[in-house]
């Protein structure tokens, strides 16, 4: 088992690097199905979700590489070279190293005419379910049934239509974009996703010669092309791992430039920062944040994005830990996302869950421990929380943090926090 051994006591003060978006890079390596030929996309992390992709991608007969930048924090490019006739299978050997592989779904049924995908099963986050997916290419004409654990579509060729999503799912907002590219006539997805991650797969889609209308927008319009082509592409800066610097910066009284941090991508997390006491300033080609004082406990609902991003709440209620005063957590998106904080009060936290609430009594110190990464998010919310204990926290099962943060361990050490990877027998 890998670990980290967080010392606690150290401002983070410098500059990193930020590079594309784990969210959105899994996606765009997706959407390259949907047109025969070498698709190129930089800027792509260098993390084991990347390579899992890779291998999905693989499996459905494609030529893959990945070449590293060579320097922490730089995205490496990769070139998905696809054939003419994809297979379509992804199993759940590695469905279950990461749920991301669903999104070949989409572009598979649109381009073969059908797909066998692995059902994910649960997570550590909670039940996510794939209604929203599955109905939605129900509405686009394809028949979908479940056997043996796989998700198996069918259709001959997709048919334009309207579909209201319940809620604004990223995943599904994708699988059904990728799916409707391909469609013959006009789709509309209200109550779309507004992440940037979803603006940016419009992007690229547009750039193959898609037709969309809306990015960005709670409503997408797509008319349907015959083909598409493949192109080169950058993928959008990493909005959380942007946000972790931010907030680490925040809760160790450092300054830190986090350079390729788009403000506009932030702006409800920065405001909490401001909130907070800490200096927030856009800088060129990022964003300088920095703080002088112990931060003000400041309440924070996760919603999706323009909202608060769920994925920033571990560290949300990592910095409420260290702050004055009581702060009110409230977790919209996923039912089951405070579990890891069972860890932050193993370091000393005054955290009470309440449903989807929690109420947070800063401390100024936490108090180290060995404590368990439970997923990317949580396990990078512990190393925060570790920068601010006395003595050396361990946090263990690290892969999970190494799913999302290219380079973690060294961007870290760059900023001057003390910290190593240890390799322990399980
Ligand atoms: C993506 C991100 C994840 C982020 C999340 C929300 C990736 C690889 N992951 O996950 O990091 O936290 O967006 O910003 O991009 N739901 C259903 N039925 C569905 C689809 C979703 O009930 O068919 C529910 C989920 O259980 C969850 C909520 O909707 O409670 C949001 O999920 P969704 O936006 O789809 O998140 P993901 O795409 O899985």
């Not at 499996?59 to 060579?70: A, D, F, K, P, Q």
């Not at 969309?212 to 080169?232: C, M, N």
Request: glycine content about 12%; aromatic content about 4%; hydrophobic content about 45%.
């Amino acid at each position: 088992m890998q670990c980290f051994e967080v010392t606690g006591g150290t401002a983070l003060t410098g500059r990193v690097r930020v590079t594309g978006a784990k969210n959105s890079a899994l996606k765009l390596m997706a959407a390259a199905l949907l047109a025969s030929g070498r698709t190129t996309i930089d800027e792509v992390p260098d993390i084991l979700d990347v390579a899992i992709m890779s291998e999905v991608l693989r499996r459905l007969g494609c030529g893959v590489t990945y070449e590293r930048s060579g320097q922490p924090g730089g995205g490496g490019r990769v070139v998905v070279d696809v054939p003419e006739q994809p297979a379509t299978e992804t199993d759940y050997d590695l469905v279950r190293k990461m749920r991301a592989s669903i999104s070949v779904l989409g572009p598979l049924v649109a381009r073969c005419g059908s797909a066998k995908v692995a059902l994910p099963g649960g997570d550590a986050i909670g039940s996510r379910g794939l209604d929203m997916h599955i109905s939605g290419l129900e509405r686009l004409g394809a028949s979908i049934h479940s056997e043996h654990g796989f998700l198996v579509a069918t259709a001959p060729r997709l048919q334009g239509t309207s579909i209201w999503l319940d809620f604004p799912s990223v995943g599904a907002t994708e699988n059904l974009l990728m799916a409707a590219v391909l469609a013959e006539g006009t789709t509309v997805i209200d109550n779309a996703a507004r992440e940037p991650e979803i603006v940016d797969i419009c992007s690229m889609l547009t750039a193959m010669g898609a037709r969309i209308d809306g990015a960005g927008s709670s409503t997408l319009t797509i008319e349907g092309v015959d083909a598409l082509r493949p192109v080169t592409y950058s993928t959008v800066p990493d909005r959380i791992v942007a946000g972790t610097w931010a907030i680490g910066a925040v809760m160790t009284r450092g300054d830190v430039v986090v350079e390729r941090a788009v403000p506009d991508h932030l702006a409800v997390p920065l405001d909490k920062l401001v909130s907070a006491g800490a200096t927030v300033e856009v800088v060129e080609n990022g964003i300088r944040v920095a703080m002088e004082e112990r931060p003000r406990g400041v309440d924070v609902v996760t919603l999706p994005f323009p909202g608060f991003p769920t994925d920033l709440q571990p560290m949300a209620v990592a910095l409420a830990a260290v702050s004055t005063g009581t702060a009110l957590i409230t977790e919209n998106v996923f039912e089951g996302r405070f579990m890891f904080v069972n860890e932050l009060v193993r370091l000393g936290a005054d955290v009470r869950i309440d449903g989807h609430h929690a109420v947070v009594r800063g401390r100024e110190r936490l108090s180290s421990a060995p404590v368990l990464a439970t997923d990317i998010r949580a396990g990078a919310g512990l190393v925060l929380a570790g920068l601010l204990t006395d003595g050396v926290t361990e946090v263990q099962d690290v892969h999970h943090v190494d799913r999302g943060y290219p380079d973690f361990v060294e961007l870290l050490t760059g900023l001057g926090a003390e910290i190593r990877r240890v390799e322990r027998p399980d």
